[in-house]
């Protein structure tokens, strides 16, 4: 129990420790050796846990995902209608903003990287096409009950899913000047806006 928990303690301080490297220098200039020397470990118990550095990339992006993923769906959850889901995912977006710290800088790396590593690409596009499915599918659900307007999800997916990808790229080149909860708030009322029935918009 003891051994496992030292396991798992140490394979935080390498994620935490690549996260701040890799967002500091960048992916292609950060080696494995200045990842433990940041975490205060040996390359071996550095391959113990990854066998590479591709693959410890791949498992921060995991990571971040997995936390988002939980933030949507607790604040997704009891959701009486599609459009209050919608207004949901904007809260759990502007935690994504505020607490985001080091992965915002990690969010460009990933794009980077993906252009040149086919592992990387892979491990980074599904989750898009994944929340693409989940925002077509709960859209599909809102024209069904009568709470948005008839319109393509597909399209409607992708223009929620640009957005977010949006909002990530420009509080990560402009961080300070903007305030961003407000901006992500009020763009997705906008958004929301043209999504509803004309009755009720």
């Given at each position: 129990m003891v051994t496992q928990q030292r396991s798992e303690e140490t394979c935080t301080r390498i994620l935490d420790a690549a996260a701040a490297s890799f967002s500091r220098n960048g992916y292609d200039a950060t080696g494995v050796a200045e990842i433990c020397r940041v975490a205060g470990i040996s390359k071996g118990a550095f391959y113990y846990h990854f066998p590479s550095k591709q693959t410890l990339f791949i498992a921060l992006?995991?990571?971040?995902?997995?936390?988002?993923?939980?933030?949507?769906?607790?604040?997704?959850?009891?959701?009486?209608?599609?459009?209050?889901?919608?207004?949901r995912m904007a809260e759990a977006f502007q935690k994504v903003l505020h607490t985001a710290d080091g992965n915002l800088p990690m969010f460009m790396e990933f794009l980077t990287a993906a252009q040149r590593d086919p592992l990387i690409w892979a491990a980074t596009v599904q989750p898009y096409r994944r929340y693409?499915?989940?925002?077509?599918?709960?859209?599909?659900?809102?024209?069904?009950?009568?709470?948005l307007r008839q319109m393509d999800p597909q399209i409607a997916s992708q223009m929620l899913v640009s957005w977010a990808v949006g909002m990530l790229l420009q509080s990560t080149l402009d961080p300070q000047v903007t305030d961003w909860t407000i901006v992500t708030r009020e763009s997705l009322r906008l958004m929301l806006t043209g999504l509803l029935p004309e009755s009720v918009a």
């Open positions: 992006l995991e990571r971040w995902l997995d936390e988002l993923d939980g933030s949507i769906a607790t604040l997704q959850a009891g959701a009486s209608s599609v459009p209050e889901a919608l207004t693409q499915l989940w925002f077509a599918t709960l859209i599909e659900k809102g024209v069904a009950e009568g709470s």
